[in-house]
């Protein structure tokens, strides 16, 4: 099984950015992953994924905004997050969807 550790997270002002790092304790080159969140009282919700390929997929509320890349060397996956909004404070999630592995989410706060 494989291991998935986000880091990257914090507070941050409106219009700022941060950078969201996951950490996979194994190779990744074959699966597709994605970063999704759980905002305050709702359901987790996909925000972007990358397939093996490097196809990527977006939430309509964060195109142009974010950006998923990925990192094969390294077994890391990135989630650049530009322009925030403080709709945009949330839990975030590493996770392949496909095999059911997910990280324990890292803490993104976007206030002023």
């Known amino acids: 099984q494989v291991q998935l550790v986000e880091s990257g997270g914090g507070l941050v002002q409106p219009g700022g950015s941060l950078r969201l790092s996951c950490a996979a304790s194994?190779?990744?080159?074959?699966?597709?992953m994605g970063w999704y969140r759980r905002l305050p009282g709702k359901q987790r919700e996909l925000v972007a994924i990358?397939?093996?390929?490097?196809?990527?997929n977006y939430a309509d509320s964060v195109k142009g905004r974010f950006t998923i890349s990925r990192d094969n060397a390294r077994s890391t996956v990135y989630l650049q997050m530009n322009s925030l909004k403080p709709e945009d404070t949330a839990v975030y999630y590493c996770?392949?969807?496909?095999?059911?592995?997910w990280g324990q989410g890292t803490q993104v706060t976007v206030s002023s």
């Open positions: 194994g190779s990744i080159s074959r699966i597709a």
């Open positions: 996770s392949a969807p496909g095999l059911g592995y």
């Open positions: 990358i397939t093996n390929s490097g196809s990527t």
